[in-house]
Every structure is written in structure tokens, then in C-alpha cells.
């Protein structure tokens, strides 16, 4: 079906006032019924494929070439539909990077999430805060746009883009004081209907789109759009304009709001205000995001989602059908509105419209079908990205390993920690004043620690370190998060953790396994910082572990106050540590851990041992014992241990005998 489309401008209010008068197919009877879905995409994050350009492998659980068979699906479903993408697309992968500031894209040729988004047929976008990350000239160009702004030449050209209608209504320009994008549009569709005698009709319908940005991009991007553009709150500005959509005949309003939800007392500055926003009249739907959860969702236990008012089994906010998709292509968003026609307008039946999400991972575990039409449209930029990845971003003076990470070694970790301790630090510094005076840490744990057999270890070789390299110190996609913890909090931290170890008895002359593999290794998360040290005693039970624990030299008062710097997972509840289920979280981070990591290096240089992996917080607590304390690892890799100045291990056998490659080794645990 061939769209009318209903553009706002300032310039020609005339134009509006005709759109206003497009007829509802001209004879849809009252009381005709349809069903429209609004498929959503949200975080895309330039994910086009399902290839991790840090790992240089495929990754089937990620990618818009997967999501786009749940869209062929969706449509083949719901043949009245619109595709909308709710912003963070341009930004957040090496390829991302790579057509931004390594390879620029020429002005003749979009994105290649646009390539890709085009191909699909994108109904309406909106904005997120990463779309700002390169600065308004190269938005103002990937966009196809003419941003009236300081620092965008006024004779600019109109370059390629993406050829759906981008909206954003609370970002302004400083210089006209006018949206930086347009700030709705109303899209008219032919949709099938049928009438109350069970006939099918044809009908118009007019939806109206209308798009929000966090307005803390403001402080998060300040060096790009300081000066050049301003931005006002959500709420106020959809009480602005929701009316007017209204009276151009918008017959559904839907808002595309790059944001979660937050039940905080509202402010023009905060950062997930679509609680707020379901609450202004006129919304009919919101397509939501930033967050990077999946909703609804009724097993989530994400305290947002708990909310008064929000039903994450029925995916409402205050009774309006609300969808987020995740992130990355792993999920499509599908609302849909069962309409009915009053004579003067379709209205949403919300006792019969559905909200769910869709993931691109069947219930066997394997994962739908890459659309084969994607991968060529993007084939060279593919290609040019990898070659990126593969350049270095620094060096090393020593081997960064997980192989002993489990008794002591630390140099995996620390590097990781020092970077996550420095942003937060910088942030703290200059964006949340309040919390200026407290001590900031940092958790870290070994993702890759022989689960999956003797090749399941992080090895950073010594030497220049590329991209993919670094990523390998930081395994997952997360996000970085702040916790608030006090003393006594982070103690229960540090007991959860040291669930690691079984109990071990001193007295028995058995030979005795140190690590519970119940408890994998992502779990054990640790400090490494000269500020803090702490005990692990193996031989108490669990939760009774972490002794001699001190700060600054002193015993921990339990009542002192820190920020910790942790991931997404964990500070949400992943791993059931105690008090961390999401209410502590006072930073969620718009940057990756990951990508953290590598600025942190970029800036460094050169990474040494002494300044970037000999810091050691904890040690197990010293006990004789009777037999040997024995553990697994890959084999011949007893140099790496004394290097890291672990001098109580040894190896006994080069083959467990577990089937899986690993050696046995044992530890002193009275050195």
C-alpha cells in the first residue's frame, strides 16, 4: 500500500490544514474494526549483522538481518503494520566506528544500518542520545537533514539517508529556537477493515509519530551540543504537541521515545520519562528503549517494571500499550491495536490489544534465519570493518590471562577495573556532583574460566593490542552500571562471590577440589585496587568467607558509603547477589563496558604489569592442610602463575583426565 504522508513545517501551515481534511476512505461505516501492528526496533546500535567484529566471529544472537525475518513474519501476520525504530541506531559497534571516524561515509551513501533499514521498509525513526555521539555535523549528513545550527554549514548539501521520516521533538536549535528535527509527523495508511457486517472495507487511517530524546544527552555529549542545541522535558513537550497532531486529524498518536521507565518524581531532566509520559492525554501507544530490557516481560524483575500503574505481563504504562525491543536485533517489539471506528475517527480497543516480544531465539535454542537480502547490502563495509578491528589500539608488557584468575592472578582484571573506575570517576566528576565525595570502586570477574575446557581462557598475548584483543578482556556486551553500596554491602558482595570456593577442611588428608563449578566464573566478582584488602577464608562456610577486610588500612566501617562500578547484569540481579536487584543502580551508563575498556586503553598506551596488573586486593586467608587443595587449568602454564607472583601453585598432572584438556594443579594455601 502506497503511503500519504502528513509532513509538519513551520513554513507551510497550509499544507497541514489539507492534510487534516484526507478523507477516512470515504465511506468506512461505524463501527468497522481493523488491527493494526506497530513493530518496533530499538538499540539496533548499528548491528546489522550477526557478527561480533571484537571476537571476529559470527554471533547468531545479535543482528537486523535476524530481526527482519521476525519482521517478514510479523507483516506476513498483521498485513496492516508499520515499522518503526525507536533511535541508538547509528552508533555502537566497530562498523559503527568504522563509517564514522575511520572511513567516513561519503555523502552519496547512507549509513549501512540505513542501507539495511531501507531495504526493510522503515515506517518512522526516532532519536536516541547515541545518535549525537559523532557530533551534529556527521547527524545533520547521515540523516539526510539540514540542521540550522552553529557548526552545520548553512550551504551544507542534502546527503543520503535513510528514506523513512526521522522524528524528534524536544531537541531544539539555539539558533532558531525550532526542533531540530521535524518534530511529528502524520503518516496516512490504506489499511483492510472490516465492516459491522462482517464485510471487508477498505479504510484511511492517520497515525501521528512523534519522537522523544533523553534530554541528558545534553551532559552526556555536552563538548558536541553545548551552545548549538537545547533540549526541554517529555512531558512538557508532548502536552505541546500531542494537541496539535490531534487537531491536524491525527487519528492514533504514537510516541517514539528513546527512554525507559522511571517512577522518580518528575523532572525535565530525567532520564526515562515515559512513566510520565503514558500519563499525557493522547497517547495512544509508546515504542520505548535505552533501557535494554525486553517489555513486557512478567518474569522480569526489574524494579521499573514494578511499578503502580505498569502491567509488564499486558505491557501498559497506565493503560497505554507501551513495547521495548531490547537491543541489538535480538527482539521485535509487536503492539497490536485492535481499532474500531466512532464516524469520526479510529480509537484503540485496549481490552483486545496486544503487547509481546519477540526474540530471534527459538524455544530449542537455536535462533531464526538471517534474511539473505541483508548481508550483500552491507558486504563491503563488512569487510573494510574487520580489517579495522584487526589494528592496534595500544600494547601490552605482559600476557593478560584468566588461567589463574580463580588464586590470585589479577591481570586480566585490573586493567578492567582501572577503566571502569576512571569513568565513573570522570562522570561523578562532572555530571552527578552529589556523589563527588565518595569513594568510587570497581567489580570485575573472569568471564572465560575453563568452563568450556583448556581454550576457554582470556590470552592476551603481549605486544600491540588490537580491538578484538581488548574485547577479549571483556567478553560480554554489557553495559556499564553504578551501584551505591555501604560497607556492609559490599562485604555481602564479596561473600556472594566467594561462593566460588567449596569448604575446604584443613584436617582431611583427601585431596580436596578449591572451586565449585556450580558457581561459574562470571560470578566471582572481584576487587583490585590498592585501596581495599580483604581475606578469603575457604575453610568457613559460606557467607562467613570475607575476613581482615580494610580500607585505606583501617577496618571497613560497615556504614561507609561507595560507588561501585559494575555491569548492567549485576546490578540488576543477575546472579542473585545480595541487595543488587536494580534499586541501587544510581548511573546506567549510555556507554558498553566494553567500549569503556578500549578508550581507557587508547588513552594509556602502553599497558604494563606494574601499573596495570600486580594490584592485588584479596588473598585466600593462610591455612595448613593435611592434603592437597587442588584445582583445574589449562596445561604448562605454571610460568604465567609465577609471573603473576603466585608462588603456591604447582602443576601435578598435564591431563586431569576430565576429557576436557585441562591439567590438574594444586595450591598452598599456608603460603
Not at 474494526?33 to 561480533?52: K, N, P, R
Not at 574460566?449 to 580491538?467: E, I
Not at 566478582?525 to 568467607?545: C, E, F, H, N, W
Amino acid at each position: 500500500m502506497r503511503p500519504v504522508v502528513c509532513r509538519f513545517t513551520l513554513a507551510l501551515p497550509t499544507l497541514l490544514l489539507g492534510c487534516a481534511g484526507l478523507p477516512h476512505g470515504g465511506t468506512t461505516p461505524v463501527g468497522a474494526q481493523a488491527t493494526l501492528a506497530l513493530l518496533e526496533t530499538t538499540d539496533l546500535h548499528a548491528t546489522v549483522l550477526g557478527y561480533d567484529y571484537y571476537k571476529l566471529k559470527a554471533d547468531p544472537s545479535i543482528g537486523l538481518e535476524r530481526t527482519a525475518t521476525l519482521i517478514k513474519q510479523a507483516r506476513a501476520e498483521f498485513p496492516n503494520n508499520l515499522l518503526l525504530d525507536n533511535g541508538d541506531a547509528i552508533q555502537g559497534t566497530a562498523l559503527a566506528d568504522y563509517q564514522a571516524l575511520v572511513a567516513p561515509v561519503p555523502c552519496g551513501q547512507p549509513l549501512a544500518i540505513y542501507k539495511a533499514m531501507n531495504a526493510l521498509g522503515v515506517d518512522g525513526g526516532g532519536i536516541g542520545n547515541h545518535e549525537f555521539n559523532y557530533g551534529l555535523a556527521y547527524l545533520n549528513q547521515v540523516t539526510a537533514s539540514h540542521f540550522d545550527v552553529d557548526g552545520v554549514p548553512a550551504d551544507a548539501p542534502r546527503c543520503a539517508g535513510p528514506n523513512f521520516p526521522i522524528v524528534l521533538a524536544n531537541i531544539y536549535s539555539a539558533k532558531t529556537r525550532q526542533p531540530l528535527f521535524e518534530p511529528y509527523r502524520i503518516l496516512a495508511r490504506q489499511i483492510s477493515a472490516t465492516g459491522p457486517d462482517g464485510k471487508p472495507v477498505t479504510a484511511t487511517i492517520k497515525i501521528g509519530i512523534i519522537g522523544f530524546a533523553p534530554t541528558v544527552v545534553m551532559s552526556w555529549d555536552k563538548h558536541w551540543l553545548e551552545g548549538k542545541v537545547y533540549a526541554e522535558g517529555v512531558r512538557e513537550t508532548a502536552l505541546k504537541y500531542i494537541p496539535q497532531m490531534r487537531a491536524q486529524g491525527a487519528d492514533l498518536v504514537v510516541a517514539i521515545s528513546h527512554g525507559g521507565l522511571d517512577g522518580a518524581p518528575y523532572s525535565p531532566e530525567m532520564e526515562n520519562a515515559n512513566y510520565y509520559l503514558a500519563q499525557v492525554p493522547g497517547v495512544d501507544a509508546m515504542m520505548i528503549g535505552h533501557s535494554h530490557q525486553p517489555f513486557p516481560d512478567a518474569a522480569s524483575k526489574v524494579p521499573e517494571f514494578g511499578l503502580p500503574n505498569v502491567d509488564k505481563a499486558r505491557g501498559t504504562v497506565y493503560g497505554v500499550p507501551a513495547v521495548m525491543a531490547n537491543l541489538w536485533g535480538k527482539h521485535l517489539g509487536v503492539i497490536g491495536l485492535r481499532l474500531k471506528y466512532d464516524g469520526k475517527a479510529w480509537v484503540v480497543d485496549k481490552s483486545r490489544t496486544t503487547v509481546e516480544v519477540r526474540s530471534t531465539r527459538n524455544a530449542d535454542g537455536s535462533y531464526a534465519a538471517a534474511d539473505p537480502a541483508i548481508a550483500p547490502l552491507v558486504a563491503a563495509e563488512h569487510e573494510a570493518t574487520i580489517g579495522y578491528v584487526k589494528t592496534p589500539v595500544g600494547s601490552s608488557d605482559f600476557r593478560m590471562t584468566t588461567y589463574f584468575a580463580d588464586v590470585g592472578d589479577t591481570s586480566a582484571i585490573e586493567v578492567v577495573n582501572q577503566a571502569q573506575t576512571a569513568y565513573v570517576q570522570n562522570y561523578v566528576n562532572a555530571n552527578m556532583p552529589q556523589y563527588a565525595a565518595l569513594p568510587v570502586l570497581s567489580m570485575a570477574s573472569p568471564f572465560k574460566a575453563g568452563a568450556a575446557g583448556a581454550g576457554d581462557y582470556t590470552d592476551v598475548k603481549p605486544g600491540a593490542l588490537a580491538l578484538n584483543n581488548v574485547a577479549d578482556l571483556y567478553l560480554y556486551p554489557n553495559a556499564l552500571h553504578v551501584v551505591k553500596v555501604d560497607g556492609a554491602g559490599l562485604k555481602a558482595w564479596l561473600e556472594k562471590a566467594a561462593e566460588r570456593f567449596n569448604r575446604i577442611d584443613p584436617a582431611s588428608g583427601a585431596q580436596q577440589e578449591l572451586v565449585n563449578t556450580a558457581v561459574p566464573g562470571f560470578n566471582f566478582d572481584m576487587l583490585s585496587d590498592a585501596d581495599i584488602s580483604y581475606q578469603i577464608d575457604v575453610t568457613k562456610p559460606a557467607g562467613q568467607r570475607i575476613a581482615a577486610l580494610r580500607y585505606k588500612g583501617a577496618a571497613l566501617s560497615p556504614a561507609q558509603e561507595f560507588l561501585v562500578a559494575t555491569n548492567n547484569y549485576r546490578a540488576s540481579g543477575g546472579g542473585a547477589f545480595p541487595g543488587l536487584d536494580g534499586g541501587k543502580t544510581v548511573l546506567a551508563s549510555p556507554d558498553a563496558s566494553r567500549d569503556v575498556l578500549i578508550a581507557y586503553i587508547q588513552q594509556q598506551k602502553n599497558v604494563t604489569r606494574a601499573r596495570n596488573g600486580s594490584t592485588r586486593s584479596w588473598r585466600f586467608a593462610p591455612v595448613a592442610t593435611k592434603g592437597a587443595v587442588v584445582f583445574h587449568s589449562a596445561p604448562n602454564m605454571v610460568e604465567l602463575a609465577r609471573e603473576a607472583g603466585l608462588k603456591a601453585v604447582t602443576q601435578l598432572k598435564t591431563d586431569d583426565g576430565g576429557g576436557k584438556g585441562l591439567a590438574l594443579y594444586a595450591i598452598d594455601l599456608a603460603i
